[in-house]
T-cell receptor, first 111, second 112 residues
Framework: DAGVTQSPTHLIKTRGQQVTLRCSPK?????VSWYQQALGQGPQFIFQ???????QRGNFPDRFSGHQFPNYSSELNVNALLLGDSALYLC??????????FGPGTRLTVL | TQLLEQSPQFLSIQEGENLTVYCNSS?????LQWYRQEPGEGPVLLVT?????EVKKLKRLTFQFGDARKDSSLHITAAQPGDTGLYLC????????????FGTGTRLTIIP
């Protein structure tokens, strides 16, 4: 079992660009949540996907959007990147109960 | 608004000592998790507690959930250098709700 996988590992973009991050959940998990972790802080919840729909959303602007595919994998899209979007983006998968399994994250740097 | 406050924020102790990390909130959580995160990696789940007053032990780590389900503690006995890392508590407000609210973290360093 590969666990939760994320790609790419690192990414460098410039302000105003758009980015897509990808996540494959742990085998048997049907729910994917995305978190943003700024340097020195705990992760902040962005949104959660289940049955290909966004179930819950945190305090993030509409520039952050996502998608879940029939195989439960998920994408996080961020438009019009700002310097403040630089962070580690974490994907967590779970099935029903809380206590997600996290992927290694994608380190996004916006210049 | 930070729902979960962790203390201390930083802790550096000698190998073999004991330590306790605290996670406090004014909100009631249906469940609470503790994670450890190492640099460049995602958080790794250590334990989930769901019942007020619950105590769980994982080798040298003891986790307690407060009676009112508003706070939790992590106690490490005879700390080892391998315990070094960022410890995060995270709570779920509703049972079955997988949105986690994370604390600010405690960065623990064990000095050999």
């Amino acid at each position: 079992d590969a666990g939760v996988t994320q790609s790419p590992t690192h990414l460098i973009k410039t302000r105003g660009q758009q980015v897509t991050l990808r996540c494959s959940p742990k085998s048997g998990h049907d729910t994917v949540s995305w978190y943003q972790q700024a340097l020195g802080q705990g992760p902040q919840f962005i949104f959660q996907y289940y049955e290909e729909e966004e179930r819950q959303r945190g305090n993030f602007p509409d520039r952050f959007s996502g998608h879940q595919f029939p195989n439960y994998s998920s994408e996080l899209n961020v438009n019009a990147l700002l310097l403040g979007d630089s962070a580690l983006y974490l994907c967590a998968s779970s099935q029903k109960l809380a206590g997600g399994f996290f992927g290694p994250g994608t380190r996004l740097t916006v210049l | 608004t930070q729902l979960l406050e962790q203390s201390p924020q930083f802790l550096s102790i000698q190998e073999g000592e004991n330590l306790t990390v605290y996670c406090n909130s004014s909100s009631v959580f249906s469940s609470l998790q503790w994670y450890r995160q190492e640099p460049g990696e995602g958080p790794v789940l250590l334990v989930t507690v769901v019942t007020g007053g619950e105590v769980k032990k994982l080798k040298r780590l003891t986790f307690q959930f407060g009676d009112a389900r508003k706070d939790s503690s992590l106690h490490i006995t005879a700390a080892q250098p391998g315990d070094t890392g960022l410890y995060l508590c995270a709570g779920a407000l509703d049972f079955g709700n997988e949105k986690l609210t994370f604390g600010t973290g405690t960065r623990l360093t064990i000095i050999p």
